[in-house]
């Protein structure tokens, strides 16, 4: 049993039953803190520079973000597929913390009819505007365009349902990617999330997302000789060792040039539980390593994988730099170069262990709307 099932063991059976004994959605009361962790999120995130390709090329986690852009692409397009395999058409999303429209070309691809997004970084949201209407330009206008609306809002303090331009809009996907953690800073701001994503919700809609995996983050805590653990792309702190509570247990993420704040611990059979209260269904729990195994089986994921240089080559060709100068970051490519049989022209794709470590500390999840 991992880390934290066994901290929290006793009270996770204590927990259950009351949850188990009661249906009704947690009390709207808000708790007083003293600190307004989302401000700083905003803050934070507002603050981030916009940068060209040709400066993301030179990130040292410059393949680990491909890595994670391929996986969503993976995600966004087997759940559009699957809407259209069951007859519907002009889909509707709503992209719960759409942060400056890194997945507005994948809607595209995805033929979607109409997209709204929401996120608590008004600077951000209006780099998304200006995305969304610079493809809009490239592709000729309304020609094979969705419409889309910009909400800058508090997703787990505000109601997204009473800023709809469209008040009976329902949507068939929900994507919340790397950003349901904030929200378990209590149980009101969860519960007032997830409302948002799965309330308006059609039945037969999917709620996915991206997010850390709290068992990953409380083994490799538990592993620690300090409070925190990492490498020389990210690092996790924590507060104190051997007490994660339910809500509220924070943690500090730092990931090179892009996240720099303070996150929550997502116990996972929790938030299954709060969902179910919207009618919703766990159909799909991965994390990272294992999705990935899954889905690069089939060709046409490996070759978006390809088109989208989510791997770093090893060894490099005509004398690349690579990610990191540490040898032993591509232990594991050059133990494979050298198994196999053409070892002298062997190339293969990788993240570097650093990248791999950061990577593998997030999970997948689908839910669907059963009612």
Not at 56 to 74: A, E, T
Not at 181 to 201: G, I, P, Q
């Amino acid at each position: 049993m991992d880390a934290l099932a066994d901290v929290t063991k006793e009270k996770k059976t204590t927990v259950k039953r009351k949850l188990d004994e009661s249906d009704e959605p947690p009390s709207r009361k808000p708790p007083n803190f003293e600190v307004d962790h989302n401000t700083n999120v905003a803050n934070h995130y507002n603050r981030l520079q916009e940068v060209g390709l040709a400066a993301r090329s030179q990130s040292r986690i410059f393949f680990m973000r491909n890595f994670n852009n391929w996986l969503k692409s993976v995600l966004i397009g087997e759940t559009v597929e699957k809407l259209r395999d069951a007859g519907q058409r002009r889909l509707s999303v709503l992209d719960l913390g759409c942060g400056k429209g890194g997945d507005l070309l994948k809607w595209r691809k995805g033929g979607i009819g109409h997209l709204v997004c929401a996120d608590i970084a008004g600077v951000s949201v209006e780099q998304c505007r200006t995305r969304y209407e610079q493809m809009r330009r490239k592709g000729r206008g309304d020609e094979g365009m969705f419409s889309a609306q910009f909400i800058t809002a508090d997703c787990t303090k505000e109601l997204l349902a009473d800023k709809l331009d469209r008040p009976d809009l329902t949507f068939d996907v929900c994507s919340c990617q790397f950003v349901y953690h904030y929200s378990f800073e209590s149980e009101v701001k969860a519960d007032m999330m997830l409302r948002n994503a799965c309330e308006r919700l059609k039945p037969g809609g999917y709620f996915i997302g991206t997010t850390p995996d709290a068992y990953e983050l409380v083994k490799r805590m538990e592993a620690s000789d300090s409070l925190s653990f990492g490498n020389d792309v990210f690092r996790v702190t924590f507060q104190a060792r051997g007490d994660y509570p339910l809500f509220g247990c924070q943690y500090h993420f730092n990931l090179e040039q892009v996240v720099d704040v303070p996150e929550f611990l997502v116990y996972f059979p929790l938030f299954e539980h709060m969902a179910s209260r919207y009618g919703m269904r766990l159909v799909t729990k991965q994390r990272f390593p294992e999705f990935y195994n899954e889905k690069i089986k089939l060709s046409h994921h490996r070759n978006l994988m390809m088109k989208m240089a989510s791997l770093e080559e090893f060894p490099g060709e005509h004398g690349e730099r690579p990610a990191s100068e540490v040898e032993d970051e591509y232990r594991p490519a050059r133990q494979h170069c050298d198994r196999a049989d053409n070892a002298g022209t062997c190339v293969v794709g990788t993240l570097s262990r650093s990248e791999w470590e950061a990577a593998s500390i997030y999970l997948v999840f689908v839910f669907q709307k059963m009612s």
